[in-house]
Every structure is written in C-alpha cells, then in structure tokens.
DNA sequence: CAGTGAGCGAGCTTCCGCTTGACTT
C-alpha cells in the first residue's frame, strides 16, 4: 500500500499530480468542500457564539468513506488544497471528518501545477492556517445569516420563493440604479465638424479642434468657410507603443468570450471546463495573471522560433490585482503553448483560440506606432481641422491579437491609417465641410460579462460565483436578458459642398441594444424595499468587506 | 345523496463558495 495520501480539490488535478510524484503517493479528490452548513435553522447558534453545524452532504457521503479508508492505510495524509481561504478551509473540515491525527497531516501549498511546484511543495509543509480557517467561517456564517434571514421576510411582503443575499442583491442593485440612470437621461446635442481635403490625390478626412453647442454657431462656422483657404500649418508625428494585456483570469475571459465570441458566462465556462478536463488548459476559475516560469519559457522559445527575436518580451503581469484577490491559481493558459490550436467542438476551438493568443501575445513585445497630426487652418475662423494618422512600425504582440472593446467607436483605433504626404504651408483643395448634430449616450446597459466586470472592480464575489450569480438573477425573476430594437431619431447636417451650404435633417437609429440586461418590476420592487429596509447590507463596501476583511 | 367550494393548516422556498457529474430538455 502507498506510504502517502495527497487530497487536492479537482480530479483533473489529481491525476496530473500523481503523474510527478511517482508509486510511493497516491492523490485523490476531495471534489471541493465536502461539508457545509446543515440546511435547517439550528445551523448557526446565534445565541452560542454564533457556533456553526456542519454535515457531510449526502452526495459526498461516499466520497468522504473512500477517503477516510485511504487516509487509515496512509503514514502521512498530505492536505494538497488550494492556497486561498476555501482551500484551507476545505483542508480543515478534511483533517477534522476524517479525524486525521495531527502528528501524520501536513498542509501543502503550490499555486502553478508543475513538477519543480510540487516538489517543492512537499518539502515545505506547514500546519492548518487557522485564522485563515476561521476568517471562512465567518464568511460562511454571515452569508447564511444575511441570506437565510432576509429571503423569508422577501416571501412575506413580496413573493414566496424569492431570494436576498449578500451578492446577489448587489449585483440586482447595480443593473437598476443603471436602469433609473438610463430613464433619467437627457441626451445633449452638440455638431461636430468634419472638413474633408484633397493632399497628394487622396482624401483627407480631419475633425474640426472645437464642437458647436448650437445649430447657429455650426451655421455660422460653415458659412464663413465659404470661400476660405486652408493651409497645413503644422505637421506633428510621436511615435507611441502599446502594451499587450495580461493572460485571462476567469473575469478577463468571460468578458471577452462575450465580446468576440458572443458567449454567455455560462457557456465560457462550461466550454472551459472540458478544456480543462481534457488537459488543453490549466485552470479556469482564477482571479490571478501569473504564469509558472515553465510557460514562461516556453512562450519565449515559441514565440523566437515562430516570429523571432524581437517579438520575444517574456513578463509576470502584477500590480493591477482585482480587489480581494486570492492568487491560488495560475492564469488561464494553454497546457502547452506550442500547441497553436485544438481540434474538435467548434465552441472548444474557438475558445482554445483565444486563451492561446491572449497567454502568447502577454509575452511579446509592445508594437510601437507614429501618430501623426496635421493642423489644418481655416483662413477665416480661429479654429482649425486637425488630420490624423497612425502607422504601425513594429506589429509586436498586434501580430498575435488584440482585446475587444466594449464601445463601437474606438474599433479602428488600432488600425494602419495614414495621411497622404503634405508639406507645412501647403494649401489644400476643400472637397466638404460637414457640421453634423450629433447626441450624447447614456451610460450603457450591462451585459453578463460587463456585470462580472463590474463585481470584481467592486470585490463582491468570486471566480467560481460569477456565472451562477448572473444565472440566479436571472432564474429570480429580477434581471432579463434581452434585445431592444430603437427608435428613430432626427439630427441636422450643414454641409458645404462647392461653397453652397445646404441643410437637411436625417434620420438614426438610436437605443439598440443586444444581450443586454434589464430589471424586472419584481426585481426593481425587491431591490427598492431592501435599499429601504437593509439598506446596510446593500452596501458595496459591506459586500465587499466581507471577502477583503477576511484575508 | 353526491359533488362542490370555502376555509384552514402544513410544508416548502432561501445564502455563498468550492468541486463535478447526473439528471432533463
């Protein structure tokens, strides 16, 4: 029989494990907490300094019999769980079910799961942390309280079945103050220039250096262009350079499945599961960037060997943590960064895809650009158009990819464009002047990703919470998903064409939205009367306390 | 006399965070 037992939180994991450490260790799962709360209300003593009831969940009932044979025939019991407050806590309630004795249970830490990790892990064990554990508990203790105690007053005044907790009514309460945020709204009107020029043949497209709050001041403008000369007054060129973006943690992913796949969170992550079940990618619920140096490595030889040398900029992302960050994991990588594609499910290819690019371009130098601006004058008026250009000198990391963006009006900011050559005191031919109205936009409706967002910039929940928080809200009643078609709306444009002004009203399309999320009247009802009510525990800084205080 | 309806009581819902399957649709 094997001399020592290893308990980690994922099967896939164990599996991987026991292949590093040889016949002598046998790993096995604990398959996440194996104890919880009991169901009832005698789960928390309140009168008894808050003393908690755990049990053994009936579906790991079995589980816990296997390990607890496996644990007997072991001389040491390695506690292999995770290196965040859950994983300790799991250790605990493991050393504690199994009745491990202390003089045969060590606790290992490894936060990347290679070889060199383990190994060195195994030679620096340590004890249970208990503060760590008890700082779980607490955060158990006071979920179940909050949410055990507010849905039953929820069933009485508004619906049976309903539900409050300490995520879930923040995240319901960030989609309707959104909501009266949008109602509230007036748009501002305002007319932007454009004058578009004739240099070296081509078109010249430049906006004007100041907005018209006025159809009159636009008039006006336009009008005394009639006639006028414009000359390049200046020619200015900086080069710039862009940064590539950290590998995905488990927000980053889910928000940008969405936006350039299309992906709901659940289907992310779902999809990332078999990834990860398969061997294709390490772990997909993580809150951190860091690669192991392995992978490190392996990106600089791939990426020297496949674009060369000075694409080559291997590098650890820190500094920018979300809040409340635990850093258990790796971020969310390729297995083998060699490996350019999978096969298979088309979700799984695509999703693969763009966890290889995202992990390799992290590691490739920054592409570095010439933003040109050409001042163009208007012989009559102060003001001044103003050309730009952008030329990309060196791809770097854009060779490999580029993260999506939520607003549709920066899509060609990372695009090659430009100017025809012009000389300083050049007079350019003038083909249009165009003054167009043009309206503010509210701030935009969340979509399930940009929720996610949202939560972890605010610390309230957790990698492994995010989807079903989002699908709660959801199965509630509270939130919707849906479309919205828009409406027409009228704006003016004064156009100078052959110094005539003419003036014509057309028509937009304003306010679509798709994917977006909507509250519902029970969700705007139960989010008002517990803002009255418990207006505490709506809070953003309680939520997120809660999860920051107890680390 | 049998079926109907009003009224009453009992039992249920619910949290967050860690993990996969085992279930339907």
Redesign the pocket.
């Given at each position: 029989m094997s001399k020592n037992l290893v308990i980690v939180?994922?099967?896939?994991?164990a599996k991987t494990i026991e292949g590093y450490l040889g016949k002598d260790f046998v790993v096995k799962?604990s398959?996440?907490?194996i104890r919880?709360?009991s169901?009832?209300?005698e789960s928390v003593n309140v009168e008894d300094g808050f003393e908690p009831n755990y049990v053994v969940s009936d579906?790991k009932k079995q589980l816990v019999k296997e390990l607890k044979q496996a644990a007997k025939k072991a001389e040491i019991v390695w506690l292999a769980t995770?290196e965040?407050?859950?994983?300790e806590a799991?250790s605990w309630h493991l050393a504690e079910t199994l009745q491990l004795k202390p003089e045969a249970t060590k606790r290992i830490v490894f936060s990347e799961i290679t070889k060199k990790a383990i190994l060195k892990a195994i030679e620096r064990p340590r004890d249970v942390d208990v503060n760590l554990v008890n700082a779980q508990q607490a955060?158990?203790i006071l979920?179940?309280l909050?949410?055990?105690d507010?849905?039953?007053v929820l069933?009485r005044k508004i619906k049976?079945?309903?539900?409050?907790?300490?995520?879930?009514?923040v995240a319901v309460r960030i989609i309707v103050e959104r909501e009266r945020e949008i109602t509230l709204f007036k748009p501002k009107a305002d007319f932007r220039v454009v004058g578009e020029f004739v240099a070296d043949k081509m078109g010249v497209k430049a906006p004007l250096n100041k907005r018209f709050g006025t159809e009159e001041e636009a008039t006006a403008f336009v009008n005394e262009c009639i006639g006028a000369v414009h000359t390049v007054d200046s020619i200015e060129t900086k080069p710039t350079s862009r940064k590539p973006t950290a590998p995905f943690t488990t927000s980053t992913l889910q928000q940008e499945a969405s936006r350039k796949l299309g992906f709901s969170v659940s289907r992310t992550m779902r999809v990332a599961?078999s990834l990860?079940?398969s061997g294709l990618i390490t772990?997909m619920?993580t809150d951190s960037t860091n690669l192991s140096d392995d992978a490190i490595e392996q990106a600089k030889n791939f990426i020297t060997s496949a674009f060369g040398d000075h694409y080559s900029n291997p590098q650890q992302y820190r500094g920018k943590k979300a809040k409340g960050a635990?850093e258990a994991h790796e971020a969310i990588r390729p297995s083998d960064l060699t490996q350019n594609a999978t096969t298979g499910e088309r979700d799984q290819v695509r999703l693969y895809d763009l966890i290889w690019k995202r992990a390799i371009s992290s590691q490739m130098a920054n592409a570095k650009l010439e933003n040109t601006t050409a001042v163009i004058s208007v012989s009559t008026r102060p003001e001044a158009f103003m050309a730009k250009g952008q030329v990309i000198t060196f791809d770097g990391f854009l060779k490999v990819y580029l993260e999506g963006n939520d607003d549709d009006e920066d899509k060609d900011k990372d695009k090659d464009n430009r100017l025809p050559a012009m000389t300083i005191g050049q007079e350019l031919p003038r083909k249009t002047i165009v003054a167009t109205e043009r309206f503010s936009k509210h701030a935009p409706r969340f979509t399930e990703a940009s929720l996610v967002k949202r939560l972890e910039e605010l610390g309230?929940?957790?990698?492994?919470?995010y989807a079903?928080?989002i699908s709660?809200v959801q199965k509630?009643g509270y939130v919707e998903k849906g479309d919205r078609d828009g409406t027409p709306r009228n704006f003016q444009l004064i156009t100078l064409e052959k110094e005539t002004v003419s003036i014509s009203t057309e028509t937009e399309n304003t306010g679509v939205e798709r994917s977006k999320l909507f509250p519902t009247d029970i969700g705007i009802v139960v989010n008002d009367f517990l803002m009255q009510h418990f207006d505490q525990i709506m809070d953003f800084n309680f939520t997120a306390d809660v999860?920051a205080n107890s680390t």
């Open positions: 939180e994922s099967p896939a994991k799962s398959y996440g907490h919880d709360l169901k009832g209300n579906d995770d965040d407050r859950e994983g799991i955060r158990r979920d179940r909050v949410g055990f507010l849905s039953p069933w049976p079945g309903l539900s409050a907790g300490r995520v879930q009514s599961q990860y079940e772990y619920r635990q309230i929940g957790r990698p492994s919470t079903p928080t709660t509630r999860e």
